[in-house]
């Protein structure tokens, strides 16, 4: 069944947005990030046009965000102290970003900082974590706990002026650190579409060694405001929110966010951490892929703009 | 004085001849064909089921009395111009080992749907000069060469190929010579295939009359594409109450979103 998208002005098949929608929650239930990483490509590969694929891919993350840090929240995973401390930087880096985007979309180079980005991000964070992982569950099959955090070890960055303490998270640090990771994370989040769970959650796991589930659910929140102002600013400035697009990938992405929560929950740290890992990787070498393969054809359409 | 038979026969097939050329002269400015046209909708419109349309341009060529006989019939050559907008095209190259844009060219007021329709195969129909004449072809809205100082001919030369070609795999521009059927020697339907992805807009179609590669007459007909209903609502919502649309967006996102949860608790 076809469905007419109003502002992406083409007709997609009901049952492939929401079977897009339903996986892309699944994953992001599973892992705390928020999809938009795997579902703005995808949008762009059926069709749509790139800025609503970016600005409607905010709409969708920011509600499997809303189903699966409730999720989250009742099971005492969700460390709202930090998250809120996350939120305020990434507000920073929300606007900034759609600042950014918007001009960039005048020069028309979007694609090539998307690409770029992209790699490089996906890449070294996806083998960072992959090797980190494999180490871990090879102790562990050693006998020797894996043990990410040492009792009392503050590092560099913990240490700069106001300290605050996380008790849900079982942590103390610095604001400062979490202030700029949340500003990075807007930024990239909204340049590129995706909610920088990718970013937050690995960040989170290794820099400041929060335990992994409460990882995910801080994530999911952080994710959840950041996306709702991404969303309220595209809207306004580069007007290509699509809410048909947007409540059909909805529908399918509360429902497969429940799914993956509940699955997210079963899994150990490490399992946790080597599936992201692979998922990550797997996403950055279709990128290169796209950068460092001969191109089918050399020329593309970039734009096309109606005169009004 | 008698004359010859032969010069007889001779002096009366040169008067016809010249009889014959004058009333030919004569006649080609008062029995040229007219040429009328009817669509069979003016304005398609885009509601949530939209998924492209096709219109149908009937056509009758009328003659008169005088109007001289076409040994060869007639051939009819459509092209159907789209509102107007700007494609920026690009192109990759090879930086070390990454492939990245190198190169990008604009092109401003062209036509963001084009089709061009024929009964025959186009080239059958029109020699350049004619097709040039009545505009068949993407190619003549595009500036020329030469209107673009200090790159290269090969350069434009790549450029206007492939937004010809990237065009054509867009359905943004289609040649179709099957699309006008001649019902009698004189009427004839011409079937316009619009893609979902046409634009919203003033549409032209364009329609001559040609006899032995000639154009004889013709004649235009528009139809208007918009949104309607719920969609004309949702994109006009989202340009004219940009916070409203967005905060109600956001809304809807977080109540599915809320309601699922609720939906699947357990316990």
């Known amino acids: 069944m076809q469905l007419y998208l109003p502002i992406a002005e083409l007709p997609l098949n009901l049952f492939l947005l929401l079977g897009m929608g339903g996986a892309i929650g699944f994953i992001s239930g599973l892992f705390g990030v928020g999809g938009g990483f795997l579902l703005t490509p995808l949008l762009i590969f059926v069709g749509v046009p790139a800025p609503v694929a970016v600005a409607t891919s905010s709409v969708h993350i920011a509600a499997s965000s809303v189903t699966g840090s409730l999720t989250y929240w009742r099971r005492r995973a969700l460390d709202l102290k930090l998250g809120s401390v996350l939120v305020a930087g990434g507000l920073v880096g929300t606007v900034a970003g759609v600042l950014f985007f918007n001009q960039m979309r005048k020069l028309g180079h979007l694609d090539l900082v998307i690409t770029l980005s992209y790699v490089t991000l996906l890449m070294s964070v996806g083998c960072l974590m992959f090797v980190e992982s494999i180490g871990a569950l090879v102790e562990q099959r050693k006998g020797k706990p894996a043990v990410l955090r040492h009792a009392g070890e503050h590092r560099w960055y913990e240490r700069m002026p106001f300290p605050m303490r996380f008790h849900r998270s079982k942590m103390s640090t610095s604001v400062i650190p979490l202030i700029v990771l949340g500003a990075i994370i807007g930024f990239i989040g909204t340049v590129l579409g995706i909610g920088g769970g990718f970013l937050v959650v690995p960040a989170l796991i290794y820099l400041f060694r929060v335990p992994t589930s409460v990882v995910v659910g801080t994530s999911l929140f952080q994710i959840l405001i950041t996306m709702i102002v991404a969303t309220l600013l595209h809207a306004v400035i580069s007007q290509a929110v699509d809410v048909l697009l947007a409540m059909t990938l909805v529908v399918g992405g509360v429902i497969g966010a429940q799914f993956g929560a509940r699955t997210g929950q079963a899994l150990k740290g490490e399992q946790f951490r080597l599936l992201l890992a692979l998922l990550i990787l797997i996403v950055g070498v279709r990128f290169a892929f796209d950068i460092i393969g001969a191109p089918q054809d050399l020329y593309s359409i970039n734009a096309t703009v109606l005169d009004r | ?267």
């Open chain 2, 1 to 267: 004085m008698r004359r010859s038979p032969t010069t007889l026969a001779g002096f009366r097939r040169r008067l016809a001849a010249a009889l014959g050329l004058a009333l030919l002269a004569s006649s080609i400015p008062a029995q040229a064909e007219d040429l009328i046209l009817a669509l069979s909708t003016r304005e398609v419109a885009i509601t949530s089921t939209y998924t492209g349309a096709e219109i149908t341009v009937f056509g009758l060529i009328e003659r008169d009395a005088r109007t001289i006989a076409r040994t060869g019939g007639y051939d009819i050559v459509a092209q159907v111009q789209g509102p107007t907008g700007e494609v920026t095209v690009q192109r990759k190259g090879k930086f070390g080992p990454i492939w990245l844009t190198d190169d990008r060219q604009k092109y401003a007021k062209i036509p963001l749907f084009f089709s061009i329709l024929s009964s025959r195969p186009l080239t059958t129909v029109v020699d350049e000069a004619v097709r040039e004449k009545l505009q068949l072809g993407l190619e003549f809205f595009l500036p020329k060469p030469d209107a673009q100082p200090g790159r290269r001919d090969a350069d434009d030369f790549g450029f206007r190929n492939a937004l010809l070609r990237l065009r054509r795999d867009e359905r943004g521009l289609i040649e179709d010579p099957k699309s006008i059927t001649m019902i009698r020697p004189n009427l004839f339907t011409a079937r316009v295939v619009l893609p979902a992805t046409a634009p919203t807009g003033l549409y032209l179609v364009n329609l001559t009359v040609l006899a032995e590669g000639l154009p004889l007459k013709t004649a235009q007909a528009g139809f208007v594409v918009r949104k309607v209903g719920f969609d004309a609502f949702v994109a006009n919502a989202a340009r004219t109450e940009a916070w409203g649309y967005g905060l109600f967006t956001v809304l809807m996102a977080v109540m599915m979103g809320w309601m699922a949860n609720l939906v699947f608790r357990r316990d």
